[in-house]
């Protein structure tokens, strides 16, 4: 039987607790060394002794040991080189306890501890500017160079004013001067490197703040030994001793955190633009700085001014270099901001910018040439599909083929653009003539008619094509009205049919400015209320003279200028406009608030209201939620309200079809599928839906007139699959009685048309509806109201 395990450890990953336990070590490890680190601060007989200091040294050595073994960082390189300065570092101090005393410059200097101490330090230093690099970055080297400049200056410095004073109080050999000032120099450059590349990251990386003031730690610490080695203050044992305890600690606590995995997770610029600035401007400075310490001491002995002299000219050089680089990578940057700002990231194309420059450039060439200019503007066509069918990386593939091919055949004759997400933009010059603009723009056209092998698959595509051509007689010309015009000639070919070229005209122009002004006044229209509800009633084809069943409403614009204008008039720009949904909105409330009114009537509460929505409703996720707010502010009851459907939208995705014919029946209003037998809808698909009524389409219902058997088996086969999902079928566009009459025969239920009635304003329903009635007054059929049949 397995040991129960407890619920609190059952649930924490693997991964946590390693990283809870890092962080403990990393925190015990911590205060142990700050507290070793005070007792040797503080005199007295409880201070820590040379060999406590020993045994913390190789106990740092293992943290560093068991967290780089704990932690497994994916980069283990830079920590374990790390790691081994630490051994050489502490190695050399170790073997220089009994060799040196300190403040003793010139005496017994063994050359194994100094050279130990020496290796570790650039052991250190190189690991150290290894975990400050920024990885793939142009900026590493500058942080090298920059920080090589520190150290010089700091090595001559320390070397000039601090070992060379106390150096000749002793007589010490050159080898000891010459290696005493190495350690600090060493230091700064490491420090130099710590807040170049570490700082950046020390606020979301623990390791990156403790390394941080590990090399301040090891800096400070060296500082105050050199400061005591050489005479110049008296530095008790005791703080050297706290300042390397720290130091360890520092380094210990960078190796046990479980952030040192991450330090070089992503890419990182180590500092902001400005910073770079002032660096540049102490790079340049450091070697002013040594040269005027060289110039301005005359009595400075020859091995000063020779060590002054070696190191100002390899800053120089380095500051050299470094400024280089700058100048260099700021060009770079100019040349990669300008080519950004002007061509496409994808297809390394010109982008829209470049386009309108090309084009300027041509206008301005052929007004003095007196040639025209032409402009070229394709649209893939259903680009769409492709995104939707392959995926995205296919469709970014096949632009970029497509601006390849159209590059071959126009490389020399011209300028290949992509303006837009599938759009491209050929710029020509020159063009005599409109036939040759044509001829252009056909042959750009053909150039996308071979396959496109993208990723193994074969893409046949087509474009629409526009082309706008200039010419010397129309001076007035720019460059935006040419892309413009040439944009609007291929929605004029993606209009008449897609895969086509059309030349632009001025009648385009003149039809756009009238398309322009039917959208303003169509949002004027909303905001005046100029819109109105016409209604045709629906009968019952059950009776034995028309019965109402329901009403369909139908949209009119009161316009000032033209009356009554019908909605296939404006209803394409207005779903262009963004306006159509709230057209819509408008329509299912007024529709509802109507027959609300109407139902109060005495006799007329089976009475129903259709209404058609359209096709950017039906894709809105919002239309239950519209239908259901204009019933609650209407008061109608939701089976009062048909929303009906149109076929060919469901169609193009079912599945959100079904969804969202499911979500307005659980609000309990009726639906219908209108046009029914244009959409292709087979039974499978039809019984997806439940709806109540299917509308057959008047391109059905108008044959009726003949006597073609035919004819009325397609309505009936209509009525078969109506009937096989339980729903009642509404004849559309009746007209002739013969029609009503094979329709009773059919045993449809509802029927609509120009026989019955015309659409009538609100205000003469009630009396169009008793006309129709005359013998059984506002008698209507109730109950389901006409749905004919109890849903199974």
């Known amino acids: 039987m397995p040991r129960p395990v407890a619920p609190g450890l059952a649930t924490r990953p693997a991964g946590r607790w390693l990283g809870d336990r890092s962080t403990l070590l990393a925190a015990g490890f911590a205060v142990a060394a700050m507290l070793l680190a005070a007792l040797a601060a503080v005199p007295g007989p409880w201070a820590v002794r040379a060999g406590a200091l020993g045994a913390m040294a190789v106990v740092g050595l293992v943290a560093m040991a068991v967290g780089l073994r704990l932690n497994a960082p994916p980069r283990r390189g830079p920590w374990e080189v790390l790691f081994l300065g630490a051994v050489l570092l502490g190695l050399g101090g170790w073997a220089g306890l009994d060799r040196h005393t300190l403040g003793a410059l010139a005496a017994h200097r063994a050359v194994l501890p100094e050279g130990l101490v020496l290796a570790g330090s650039v052991v250190v230093a190189f690991a150290v500017s290894v975990l400050a690099r920024a990885p793939r970055e142009r900026s590493t080297p500058d942080m090298v160079l920059e920080a090589l400049v520190a150290g010089l200056s700091a090595y001559a410095l320390l070397f000039v004013f601090l070992v060379e004073p106390g150096a000749a109080r002793v007589h010490a050999p050159a080898f000891a001067r010459g290696a005493a000032a190495l350690p600090g120099a060493i ?109 301005t001491g ?74 025209g200019v032409a402009v070229i503007f394709l649209d893939i066509d259903r680009f769409k599909l492709v995104n939707d069918t392959h995926g995205y990386s296919c469709g970014d593939q096949l632009l970029i083929e497509v601006g390849d091919r159209l590059t071959r055949f126009f490389d020399r004759r011209g300028a290949v653009a992509r303006v837009g997400g599938d759009e491209f933009a050929v710029v020509l010059f020159p063009v005599a003539t409109e036939a040759q603009a044509r001829h252009e723009a056909e042959v750009a056209h053909g150039a996308l008619g071979a396959p496109f092998d993208i990723y193994g698959s074969e893409l046949l ?94 949209l009119r614009w009161d316009r000032p200028t033209r009356g009554l204008v019908p909605a296939s008039f404006f209803i394409e720009c207005a779903e262009a406009s963004g306006l159509l949904t709230e057209i819509g909105d408008w329509v299912i409330r007024e529709a509802a608030r109507q027959l609300a009114g109407w139902r109060r009537v005495p006799g007329t509460e089976g009475l129903f209201v259709s209404v058609n929505v359209s096709t950017l409703h039906l894709k809105s996720h919002a239309l239950a939620a519209r239908v259901r707010r204009a019933l609650a502010e209407t008061g109608l009851t939701p089976d009062a309200l048909c929303i009906e459907l149109a076929e060919s939208t469901l169609m193009e995705n079912p599945a959100e079809g079904v969804g969202l014919v499911i979500r307005l029946r659980e609000l ?57 999902i339980d729903a009642s079928a509404i004849a559309e566009g009746v007209e002739h009685e013969r029609q009503e009459r094979v329709l009773r025969e059919l045993g449809c239920d509802l029927a609509q048309g120009f026989l019955y009635a015309r659409p009538v304003a609100a205000d003469e329903v009630i009396a169009t509806v008793r006309a129709m009635s005359p013998r059984h007054g506002l008698r209507l059929v109730t109950g389901d109201g006409g749905a004919g049949r109890p849903r199974r």
């Open 187 to 295: 230091d700064v450059y490491m420090v130099a490197v710590a807040l170049i590349g570490l700082l950046p990251r020390a606020r979301r990386s623990v390791a990156a703040r403790a390394l941080l003031a590990g090399v301040g730690l090891l800096t400070v610490a060296d500082g105050l030994y050199l400061v005591a080695d050489v005479r110049r203050a008296a530095v008790p044992g005791g703080l050297l001793a706290a300042g390397y305890l720290l130091a360890v600690g520092a380094f210990g606590v960078a190796f046990l955190h479980p952030s040192m995995r991450r330090l070089f997770a992503g890419r990182f610029a180590p500092s902001a633009t400005a910073e770079a600035r002032y660096r540049l401007v102490a790079v340049v400075l450091a070697p002013a700085a040594l040269a005027v310490i060289g110039l």
């Open 298 to 371: 005359p009595n400075r002995p020859a091995d000063q001014r020779v060590v002054i002299g070696v190191l100002g000219a390899t800053a120089v050089g380095l500051a050299a270099v470094r400024v280089w680089r700058a100048a260099q990578g700021s060009a770079t940057n100019e040349a990669r901001l300008l080519h950004q700002a002007t061509h496409d990231p994808l297809t390394g194309l010109g982008n829209r910018s470049f386009a309108e420059r090309s084009i300027s450039a041509a206008l301005a060439e052929g007004a003095r040439a007196r040639d």
């Open 461 to 554: 595509v087509s474009a629409s094509v526009g082309v706008a051509l200039s010419s010397a007689a129309e001076p007035t010309t720019d460059a935006e009205t040419m892309l413009r015009d040439a944009d609007t000639a291929m929605y004029q070919a993606k209009g008449a049919g897609r895969d086509m070229v059309t030349v632009f005209d001025g009648s385009m122009r003149d039809r756009i400015a009238d398309r322009l002004a039917l959208e303003h006044d169509l949002r004027r229209a909303l905001e005046r209320d100029e819109f109105c509800l016409m209604f045709q009633p629906i009968v019952s084809l059950h009776e034995d003279g028309p019965v109402v069943a329901g009403l369909e409403a139908l």
């Open 668 to 724: 309990g209003v009726r639906l219908a599928i209108d046009d029914f037998g244009n959409g292709y809808a087979s039974l499978a698909y039809l019984r997806q839906f439940p709806v109540d009524y299917v509308k057959i389409d008047r391109s059905f219902i108008e044959p009726l007139v003949s006597d073609d058997a035919a004819d009325a088996t397609l309505v009936a086969a209509i009525m078969s699959m109506a009937d096989a």
